[in-house]
């Protein structure tokens, strides 16, 4: 399993206990993945970390846990942590002060029924965006020129580039050879990806209205279509984020409630390219890139090469959503 570490927002001997945490899936089945909540302490520190998920792999015990300053995700080994399990409504409340809760807290606000709720835009001062992009089920094969091109355009200045990617779980099944090069560009440092939940099998009609369409379709299983594509990412030695993109961006109060108590931030966008929407500082671009939107994929590509003399001298940057969401929470853009 791999681990991204920030040494600015995590103690440098949580740090090392991190890296000594070896017996960590590696690519073992896992069993019992379910939700959790509860607050732990990490053995021989000081820090804290959100208890989200329990699992078991290869007959031993594991946490997804997150750390609430920093909003990085982590595998954590049960011994190596003292856990106190509480209710969500306790969690959000003894932590409310951190980048993570005042993140989800905003999010709440930004219920909007009945597209696009969640995060959709940062401050306007930030120079430069947040991408995202989607990974729906598609025949299609990777549009692999728009990770070329970011790490053409933009890896001489930023490296790793920071993208974030929402993913489900179809897709991850029929596309192995794609994911397994996505991890090889993370893997190289050539890029920093963060994996968005975009649930397991994506449902859409072409004919059903929204209010009865994508997760709002009648009989969805929230619980699967969660839990189930968390537990894929782990099994491919891929973590998990803190971060959830509803299929369609289509969500309701209800379906959005419980979200929200998965202890996932809901993020949208205010630049859906392919919709013809205009990107600007702040802004959370959505592209789609499982060869279903060729259109969004050019429009981005242009975006690059007109930004070009601006990224160059740094002037111009793109973002990683978790960076994002803690100088937003804390005021600092």
């Not at 947040?130 to 490296?159: M, N, Q, W, Y």
């Amino acid at each position: 399993m791999k681990f991204r570490f920030k040494t600015k927002h995590i103690s440098f001997l949580l740090l090392l206990l991190m890296l000594l945490i070896t017996r960590v899936v590696n690519s073992q089945k896992i069993t019992s993945y379910a939700l959790y909540t509860g607050s732990a302490r990490v053995l021989g520190t000081s820090e804290e970390v959100i208890v989200l998920r329990h699992f078991r792999s290869n007959s031993h015990s594991y946490f997804l846990v997150v750390s609430p300053n920093s909003l990085d995700t982590y595998i954590m080994d049960s011994l190596q942590l003292i856990v106190t399990p509480e209710s969500w409504s306790a969690i959000r409340e003894k932590y409310r002060a951190s980048a993570y809760l005042k993140a989800l807290e905003q999010a709440v606000r930004q219920d909007i029924p009945i597209q696009d709720a969640g995060i959709t835009t940062f401050s306007r001062s930030q120079k430069g965006i947040d991408l995202t992009i989607d990974l729906c089920p598609s025949h299609r094969p990777l549009d692999r020129v728009v990770f070329a091109d970011l790490i053409h355009e933009l890896g001489k200045i930023e490296k790793p580039v920071p993208v974030a990617i929402s993913i489900t779980g179809r897709w991850m099944n029929e596309h192995t050879a794609d994911l397994h090069w996505l991890d090889s560009l993370q893997k190289s440092k050539a890029l920093n990806i963060t994996w968005i939940n975009h649930t397991f099998n994506h449902y859409v009609s072409k004919s059903a209205p929204l209010r009865e369409n994508f997760m709002l379709e009648p009989g969805t299983d929230i619980n699967t279509e969660v839990l189930k594509t968390e537990s894929a990412l782990l099994e491919r030695n891929l973590l998990p984020s803190v971060f959830f993109r509803f299929p369609g961006l289509v969500s309701d109060k209800a379906i959005y409630d419980k979200i929200i108590n998965f202890g996932l931030i809901p993020v949208g966008s205010d630049a859906w390219l392919a919709k013809g929407q205009t990107p600007g500082n702040g802004s959370i671009v959505l592209i789609h890139a499982n060869g279903n939107e060729p259109v969004g994929v050019k429009d981005f590509i242009d975006l690059l090469k007109k930004n070009q003399q601006e990224t160059l001298s740094k002037k111009w940057e793109l973002f990683d959503l978790r960076e994002s969401v803690i100088e937003q929470e804390n005021g600092q853009k």
